[in-house]
């Protein structure tokens, strides 16, 4: 998931990390690529930072939520949530902190973009790190994330799920319900899509490899007809050209089978959260 990662005090330039001053922020770092972030753990934590880090924007929204980083630096370009995707919706769980976006390439219209959304600033890679360091110090000592408005007892959400196993939809449904959403099950594609028009759901659970109209050909129709419902793949097999086909041709996500239900619920609720600001 995500790691925490604390000043040693042999590091530590302000003395050690249980006396951390209050006045250093907490920083999370959401880019796909590993080195980048390992790189950025070592020199903000030899900076006096804490650092948290993320592969993605929706790791990155459920580290929000629960350790409410003052200050933000993130990739434009990741799989799942873009980087002004992520943005937007960080910025409504804590509308306090700084937020600094990377780019491999410089482009005016981004840079508008990005500032338009929030960014304090976007920088090129190679990073300059004594530079983001310098920004980083500008970040408030802590920020209280805004309050969920997301109430389980009531579900309002609309989940389909699509697959033509009894048994995991049996299970998909029992765990979905216990999380607060209104759940509707289909056994095939021909199915599915007659109750994207007829239910309404917001998000759709989607198996790749389904007898008759196919998972890739169900989520064609489904973009067609309704293309502000949040899709996500679900397969029995992790083939990664399955993977990229279906985002493609727009799938919001893609898991495989069986599916790890907290990241699960994770990505259903970024799908909302983007369902709600488009």
């Known amino acids: 998931m995500y790691r925490l990662h604390r000043l040693r005090p042999s590091l530590g330039r302000h003395g050690l990390a249980g006396d951390k001053p209050a006045s250093v922020p907490r920083v999370l770092i959401v ?129 389909l799920v699509v697959d033509d196993e009894v048994e995991f939809l049996t299970t998909m449904e029992e765990n979905l319900r216990e999380g607060g959403y209104q759940v509707y099950t289909a056994a095939d594609g021909d199915r599915g899509f007659r109750a994207v028009i007829e239910w309404a759901p917001d998000v759709v659970l989607l198996d790749i490899r389904m007898p008759g109209l196919s998972g890739i050909e169900a989520l064609q129709a489904i973009r067609s007809a309704a293309p502000g419902v949040k899709v996500i793949m679900v397969s029995g097999i992790g083939d990664e050209g399955d993977a990229k086909l279906a985002l493609g041709y727009g799938a919001f996500d893609y898991l495989v089978k069986p599916p790890d239900f907290a990241y699960l619920r994770r990505a259903i609720e970024v799908a909302l959260a983007m369902k709600r600001v488009e």
Do not use: H, N, Y
């Not at 650092?51 to 799989?79: F, N, Y």
């Open 31 to 159: 880019d796909d690529d590993e080195d980048l972030r390992e790189t950025a753990v070592a020199i903000l934590s030899r900076e006096g930072f804490e650092v948290l880090q993320a592969r993605d924007g929706c790791e990155a929204l459920s580290i929000a939520r629960t350790s409410a980083p003052s200050a933000v630096v993130l990739d434009i370009v990741m799989p799942r949530l873009g980087g002004l995707q992520t943005l937007s919706l960080l910025r409504a769980i804590i509308p306090g902190a700084l937020f600094v976006i990377l780019t491999g390439f410089f482009d005016a219209e981004l840079q508008r973009r990005a500032t338009a959304a929030g960014a304090r600033a976007v920088l090129l890679k190679p990073v300059a790190w004594p530079t983001l360091a310098g920004m980083l110090r500008g970040a408030p000592s802590r920020v209280t994330p805004v309050p969920s408005t997301r109430r389980a007892a009531t579900p309002t959400e609309r989940v």
